[in-house]
């Protein structure tokens, strides 16, 4: 199926400007139509935009490597974050908008569900979160695996200012909780 461009409107001139433009031309003449049709080009494929780094899939963004002198606490603080946001958290001054519980889950499920809450509060605007990992009880030696593969995903997280292990009414030893980044805005008030 062959189109033709759109047709160009007649430009109307006034008497002197006609005047003018046939004294400009001289005696060029126009050139003879021939038929041919302008191919239009094709649209250039849109490229995807870059995802964000932790949209990315978990496992392209968190590795399991843990430091071989890993400690068995849970606390973390972000360099550059106040000492005091850390207090804060351990007393509980924000409240706690989502939580995720990781019980029974894999080490790959695990960190996938992990990097998916982290996404979704991001979006939410949810400072303050809990993640209940479990004290490890039911696996291999009464060893809990996910508590420390937990601090570890979390340490990597540029989004996580700060966790503390949960107090004994949020889950103690079997949960953390975690400051993470304001939407837009890396100020702690």
């Known amino acids: 199926m062959t189109t033709k461009p759109p047709s160009k409107s007649p430009v109307t001139l006034a008497p002197d400007d006609a005047a003018l433009f046939r004294d400009a031309v001289g ?26 780094s932790n949209d990315q899939p978990a496992h392209d ?21 106040s000492p005091q946001a850390l207090r804060r958290l351990r007393r509980g001054h924000w409240l706690i908008k989502d939580e995720l519980d990781l019980h029974g889950l894999t080490r790959d499920q695990a960190r996938e569900q992990l ?13 303050c979160v809990r993640i209940i ?8 030696n009464h060893e809990p695996v996910l508590k420390q593969l937990v601090k570890s995903w979390l340490m990597q ?27 837009h805005k890396d100020a702690l008030t």
Not at 29 to 49: E, F, H, N, Q, Y
Not at 115 to 127: E, Y
């Open 133 to 140: 990992h479990g004290k490890g009880l039911s696996s291999k």
């Open 157 to 183: 997280r540029e989004d996580v200012l700060a966790f503390v292990p949960a107090r004994p009414a949020e889950g103690g030893g079997g949960a953390v909780i975690v400051l993470l980044k304001r939407g």
């Open 61 to 81: 963004l968190l590795s399991d490597h843990l430091p071989q002198a890993i400690d068995t606490e849970l606390t973390f603080l972000r360099p550059g974050v």
């Open 27 to 52: 005696d060029a003449k126009p050139i003879p139509d021939a038929g041919r049709i302008t191919p239009s080009r094709p649209r250039a494929k849109p490229l995807p935009r870059q995802r964000p």
């Open 115 to 127: 990097v998916a809450f982290l996404n979704q509060c991001r979006q939410h605007d949810s400072r």
